[in-house]
């Protein structure tokens, strides 16, 4: 019998599908309130993910649920970084 390995799965705050950890990326406010996007998905801090798509950024954006869930108010640099990351990654 062969073992499978679990595939952790998050849920997208901007589109509410889940998806495996690996697909998203992850934005983190830390202790100090300071929101910044985490790549690796290893900084500490408070974390919600994102689908890497332009409809998922801008979804969370209009829906301003990423403030909402980090608790912290989230500059627009931020989602102009997300969708910089969408933009490359669909390439």
């Known amino acids: 019998m062969v073992n499978r ?4 799965l998050r849920k997208c705050i901007g ?3 889940m998806k495996p950890k690996k ?3 992850r934005v983190v406010r830390s202790k100090e309130g300071e929101v910044s996007i985490d790549p690796t998905g290893k900084k500490s801090g ?3 993910y994102l689908n890497l798509s332009e409809e998922a ?5 209009k829906k301003n649920s ?4 980090l608790d912290a108010d ?3 640099s931020i989602y102009d970084e997300l969708l910089e990351l969408a933009a490359k990654e669909k390439k």
């Open 57 to 61: 950024i801008n979804a969370a954006k």
């Open 5 to 8: 390995k679990k595939i952790p």
């Open 74 to 76: 989230v500059p627009a």
């Open 15 to 17: 589109t509410g599908e």
């Open 46 to 48: 408070r974390g919600a």
């Open 66 to 69: 990423l403030s909402n869930h």
């Open 23 to 25: 697909e998203m990326i």
